[in-house]
């Protein structure tokens, strides 16, 4: 089958979207953190994180945005990388970066929008920056997000993303806490051509969406036993074979196993105990 221009534009720049058929969790009733010592428990896209810590509204370098959602919460090493960015930005340009989902206050399911960010290690960090807290209301009013990085065809950069931009990707993935970054494979690639095969693109994993923020995964931080780690991302930049496979008709056709929703798996124990407690 062949598809329309309008319909692989959908594919590759798509946003965040409601879960199809997703059912309430009770993870989003949730209104606090647990106590006690911080623990990212099971899996990004089936777990939990006991103790979490939120990130304030506004700090050196970052405003953290739609905070009526409550899902600002996560592991103390999230928190410090969201500090540690907003802190290099601020020095970089004096502008702030917008921070998007990080997890709910006990992790675990959402409602709408992922399937991760569910064990405090996610942070959505968009790549529109902006020049104060009410800047960022304008640039991400509630139900539209910021724009896209790539070009309608998914395929270039758009005149949006500049050197700000390289900055903030490429800090993050210079972090050693952060296991991989998401980002759309139209940015991925522009950047391997940018950077010439650079060590730090490795980090860079291409993923449908993601051209307007990147999402960021910490690696299982110590002092977390039931924290389960991803498999390693592959060895080398990323900017071959692999990324090469984003643009092939395979990978912009939808299929029908894409849509399916997917079964999902019982909750790691722990989770389900902390779901209980207060
Ligand atoms: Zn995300």
């Given at each position: 089958?062949r598809?329309?221009p309008s319909l692989?534009?959908?594919l590759i ?6 879960l199809?058929?997703?059912a309430?969790t009770?993870?989003?009733?949730v ?7 911080p623990?990212?428990i099971?899996?990004p896209s089936?777990?939990?994180i ?5 990130l304030?509204?506004t700090?050196?370098?970052?405003v953290s945005i739609r ?5 600002f919460y ?11 960015l907003?802190?290099a ?5 004096g ?5 998007g989902?990080l ?8 409602n709408s929008?992922?399937v ?5 290690l996610d ?7 902006v020049?104060?807290p ?8 509630e139900g ?5 990085m790539?070009t309608?065809?998914?395929?270039e950069?758009?005149?949006r993303?500049g ?8 800090t993050?993935?210079?972090e050693p806490?952060v ?14 051509r940018m ?8 980090k860079?994993r ?9 999402h960021?995964?910490?690696?299982c ?10 498999a390693?991302?592959?060895?080398g930049?990323?900017?071959?074979a692999?990324l090469?496979w984003w643009?092939s008709p ?5 299929t029908?196993?894409s849509?399916?929703?997917?079964a999902r798996?019982?909750p790691?124990?722990?989770c389900?105990v902390?779901?209980r407690g207060?």
């Amino acid at each position: 089958m062949r598809l329309g221009p309008s319909l692989i534009v959908g594919l590759i720049v798509a946003g965040p979207a409601p879960l199809a058929g997703a059912a309430e969790t009770p993870w989003s009733r949730v209104e606090h953190a647990s106590l006690g010592k911080p623990t990212a428990i099971g899996g990004p896209s089936n777990g939990c994180i006991a103790g979490a810590q939120s990130l304030p509204a506004t700090g050196t370098g970052f405003v953290s945005i739609r905070r009526h959602r409550n899902r600002f919460y996560g592991h103390p090493e999230t928190i410090r990388l969201v500090k540690d960015l907003g802190k290099a930005m601020d020095t970089h340009n004096g502008r702030l970066i917008m921070i998007g989902d990080l997890s709910q206050p006990r992790g675990g399911r959402m409602n709408s929008s992922h399937v991760s960010h569910q064990n405090g290690l996610d942070v959505d960090v968009w790549l529109t920056l902006v020049d104060s807290p009410a800047g960022a209301v304008r640039a991400a009013p509630e139900g539209q997000d910021p724009p896209s990085m790539v070009t309608p065809d998914g395929l270039e950069l758009s005149s949006r993303f500049g050197p700000d931009q390289l900055f903030l990707i490429r800090t993050a993935a210079a972090e050693p806490t952060v296991d991989r970054i998401l980002v759309n494979p139209g940015i991925k690639r522009a950047l391997c051509r940018m950077e010439h095969n650079a060590a730090w693109l490795r980090k860079l994993r291409p993923w449908w969406g993601h051209d307007a923020h990147m999402h960021v995964r910490l690696k299982c931080p110590p002092g977390s036993p039931h924290c389960q780690q991803q498999a390693p991302v592959p060895a080398g930049s990323g900017c071959g074979a692999e990324l090469a496979w984003w643009f092939s008709p395979e990978a912009r056709t939808p299929t029908a196993s894409s849509s399916k929703p997917r079964a999902r798996p019982r909750p790691p124990a722990q989770c389900q105990v902390l779901l209980r407690g207060s």
